[in-house]
């Protein structure tokens, strides 16, 4: 074993994909590499690995904890230390005869010139937010004739582009001079991205900010892209396999599976480019992300939970809960119902579920901060339902393994798929639930069916009922992706013609009465929302109690259990959604109790309680139906109030 450095040895391994004589092609080249953060400093590594030996290389950064998830420099030995020094140790480190020049103030007007000189490759890893910069040295490349080459980790991919000399330019490829500082940042993307391979599996949005200069990125685009560079390099190296080069450009993304290539003949002027921009304005320079909250100061501990709390479910989002924060660990809640203005409130029946899932929700997101909720309850009588919360610390807690799931739970309204629960699934749901309820679970294609058809009959109860209009008309959120208040449209689970037939429906109370008169108005609504989701789920169940549910504080106490159960529904990667309605109506019939002044109405209800009383086998206890599926996270969803307008008021 040879123990000392030997440039031959060390890359020996190359040989075969080059020849000995390229290899020797390569250790004379010069490469610059500004930038050597995220992308830059995997850039760096894996060139000297090909056996690049001369590199220039410019930052004025120092690796912070927040680097860890991607920049390879990035270590608790290393944090607040120069991402420059740290980077040259490491190439070196790989090959001690590198001839490095650095840049330590990073690139500018004074030095680019010097950065480019003798440079025969530059290879792009500036901040993405760096435009000045980048314009600047793409622009002085080109001048002297040095092939630039830029592949950006975007999400788990990379995308690509080549800018060599005497072929289209940066410029002429992105088009950002004359526009704003945000317009360019869109511009980039676009172009950097113009297949936009990433955009079906950004779960979080709102992490996508261009206006705020904040964007998400992961190892696998950074290690993807740091591959692709170096091939790029070796190939205009070695004057070997093609170089696509601007305005053709490359995207492969790992996470969809993905290759395109793509081309946009006069760069920026091309009409997709130009329409993709007039979109990107409207959907990512303003905002329609779903909302965060603007922290100015650190939260308290307080906060903190309430901001997990707050993503507790309610029916049709209503948040029928207020905080008021007592001191610096303790806070009060206050319950309130829609009953007064929806008829699906049966007696508060369906806030006081909600309020037992926010105060199961409570109790879990205390875990992750090392503390436990001690909740007690201060008044509960029909008006007035106030808990008091403190949150003790202890150490020893280890954080609950639903916390994960509390943001991301979301009602899956759509097909899911069919595959069927495997016993340990259905087992795992069942546990889920507190003694005293059970899972009554309905699975095969003919208990869906059953299911499917009291849906149908039960949405025709509420689409034909007066006094659920007003209810309907004010909770949907149109053409929206994401509601603060309210359900938006893309969560409904109905396509864009029958969106619009209810949009328009549901702007009057005659308007429903004649599409039902004239063309079956809520058919279309009712096979979409109702029918096929019911056949497209592996299972619907019931969650029934041991003894009949009666009281506010049983309701409250079944609310925990159902929270508990959706949040495991979630960790297993399964969709749910609550099929409320056709127990509400159960407990408005057995009770005697009117909600509609049309007779039609009742009689449409009846029917559809026979077929309830003849699918569940315990109509009175039964406390929560649904339906669970194979799924992914919906794309559309409701989402919640910021912390500050859930504050009580004075
Ligand atoms: C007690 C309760 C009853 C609900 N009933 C229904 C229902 O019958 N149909 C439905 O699609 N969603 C139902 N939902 C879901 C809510 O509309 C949903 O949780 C809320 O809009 C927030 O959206 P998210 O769960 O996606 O965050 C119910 C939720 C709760 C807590």
């Not at 009770?591 to 699918?615: C, P, Y």
Request: glycine letters at 6%; proline letters at 4%.
């Amino acid at each position: 074993m040879n123990n000392s450095f030997d440039y031959d040895l060390a890359f020996s391994r190359n040989i075969g994909w080059f020849s000995e004589d390229e290899q020797q092609i390569l250790k004379t080249k010069r490469v610059a590499i500004a930038g050597l953060g995220g992308v830059g400093g995997s850039h760096l590594l894996t060139l000297t690995r090909l056996g690049i030996t001369k590199f220039h290389l410019s930052d004025f950064d120092q690796f912070a904890c927040e680097n860890s998830n991607r920049q390879a420099g990035a270590n608790i030995h290393t944090y607040d230390q120069n991402k420059l020094d740290i980077m040259v140790d490491m190439a070196l480190s790989i090959n001690p005869e590198l001839d490095i020049k650095v840049f330590p103030e990073g690139i500018n007007n004074e030095n680019m010139d010097e950065f480019l000189t003798d440079v025969d490759c530059y290879v792009d890893s500036l901040d993405f937010f760096a435009l000045e910069a980048r314009k600047q040295v793409f622009a002085l490349c080109y001048e002297k004739g040095i092939p630039a080459t830029t592949a950006a980790p975007i999400g788990m991919g990379t995308a690509y582009l080549n800018f060599m000399p005497g072929k289209m330019t940066f410029e002429q490829y992105f088009g950002l001079n004359g526009y704003t500082e945000n317009e360019q940042y869109l511009k980039f993307f676009l172009g950097l991205t113009p297949a936009a391979l990433q955009r079906p599996y950004l779960v979080d949005p709102s992490k996508l900010d261009l206006a705020a200069k904040k964007g998400p990125s992961t190892i696998a685009g950074c290690q993807l892209a740091a591959g692709v560079a170096v091939a790029q390099v070796a190939k205009i190296f070695l004057n070997r396999g093609k170089i696509v080069s601007a305005p053709w450009g490359l995207h492969f993304d790992a996470f969809t599976n993905q290759y395109k290539k793509t081309w946009r003949p006069w760069g920026h002027k091309n009409p997709i480019q130009r329409l993709a921009f007039a979109l990107g304005k409207k959907i990512l320079l303003t905002n329609t992300n779903p909302p965060e909250e603007v922290i100015d100061k650190e939260p308290t501990l307080v906060e903190q939970v309430l901001n997990y709390a707050r993503w507790a479910p309610s029916g049709d989002n209503s948040q029928c809960w207020r905080f008021e924060i007592t001191d610096q660990n303790s806070f009060v809640i206050h319950m309130s119902t829609t009953q007064d203005s929806v008829v699906y409130d049966l007696d508060g029946h369906s806030s006081h579920l909600a309020h037992g899932i926010l105060l199961k929700t409570i109790e879990i997101a205390a875990t992750k901060f090392k503390t436990k909720a001690l909740i007690t309850q201060d008044c509960i009588d029909d008006k007035d339902i106030r808990f008091s919360v403190v949150l003790e610390g202890d150490d020893n807690i280890s954080q609950h393994p639903l916390v994960p799931y509390i943001r991301s739970r979301a009602v899956q309204r759509r097909s899911m798929g069919t595959k069927k629960l495997s016993q340990q699934e259905k087992a795992e749901l069942e546990l889920a639930l507190p003694e005293g309820y059970s899972i009554q679970w309905f699975e095969s294609f003919w208990d869906k069916w059953e299911i499917a058809k009291l849906n149908f009959c039960n949405a025709k109860t509420r689409l034909t009922m007066k006094e659920a209009f007003e209810v309907h008309k004010n909770i949907i959120e149109w053409k929206a992706q994401f509601s603060e208040t309210k359900i938006p449209e893309h969560a409904l689970g109905v396509d864009w013609p029958t969106a619009r037939l209810m949009q328009w429906m549901f702007e009057s109370w005659n308007r429903v009465q004649f599409a039902n008169k004239y063309f079956a108005g809520t058919v279309l609504p009712r096979i979409q929302l109702d029918v096929i989701p019911s056949l497209r789920s592996c299972a619907h169940f019931a969650v029934v109690a041991d003894s009949e549910i009666k009281t506010t504080a049983d309701y409250i106490e079944a609310g925990k259990g159902i929270q508990n159960l959706w949040l495991t529904c979630t960790k297993l990667g399964l969709g749910f959604q609550p099929e409320q309605t056709p127990v509400i109506f159960s407990r408005y019939l057995t009770a005697g109790r009117k909600f509609t002044a049309d007779s039609d109405v009742i009689k449409n209800a009846e029917k559809g309680k026979h077929l309830f009383d003849a699918i569940v086998n315990n109509a009175n206890n039964t406390v929560f139906l649904g339906r669970i599926g194979r799924s992914q996270l919906p794309k559309s969803r409701s989402v919640r109030l910021p912390l500050d307008k859930l504050m009580a008021e004075e």
